[in-house]
């Protein structure tokens, strides 16, 4: 069974930094590709197995993706953070690539984390 447990969310003000961690009990396998995922579907950041990574220009310069792979954990490091990127961060994963959507993955069925909240105020 796949699990993914978020974590690492918090209140930050505009300009702050977060790191948000996903332990991912399927990070092993030969073909994945997982990724951040806004409340509003909106990809926020993908890398898969090949390490190719994918993420919208609104977090481009400001949020880096990486896997510890030995660890099974994905990272989101999220710097100079602005009011907009509020949310609920969901992690997914799935056995498949990048998609063509920025920050997204396609491929077989999603699993997904129960969510961590981030909230940044101006």
């Known amino acids: 069974e796949v699990q993914l447990v978020e974590s690492g969310g918090g209140s930050v003000q505009a300009g702050g930094s977060l790191r948000l961690s996903c332990r991912a009990s399927?990070?092993?396998?030969?073909?994945?590709?997982i990724s951040w995922t806004r409340q509003d579907r909106e990809g926020v950041a993908a890398i898969d197995s090949d390490?190719?990574?994918s993420l919208p220009t609104s977090v481009q310069g400001r949020f880096s993706i990486s896997v510890d792979t030995a660890n099974k954990i994905l990272y989101l490091q999220m710097n100079d953070l602005k009011p907009e990127d509020s949310g609920m961060y969901y992690c997914?994963?799935?056995?498949?690539?990048?998609?063509?959507?920025?920050?997204?993955?396609?491929?077989?069925?999603?699993?997904w984390g129960q969510g961590t909240q981030v909230t940044v105020s101006s």
């Open positions: 399927l990070l092993s396998s030969n073909v994945y590709c």
């Open positions: 390490g190719t990574l």
């Open positions: 997914l994963q799935l056995v498949g690539n990048i998609g063509s959507v920025a920050g997204t993955c396609t491929g077989g069925r999603s699993y």
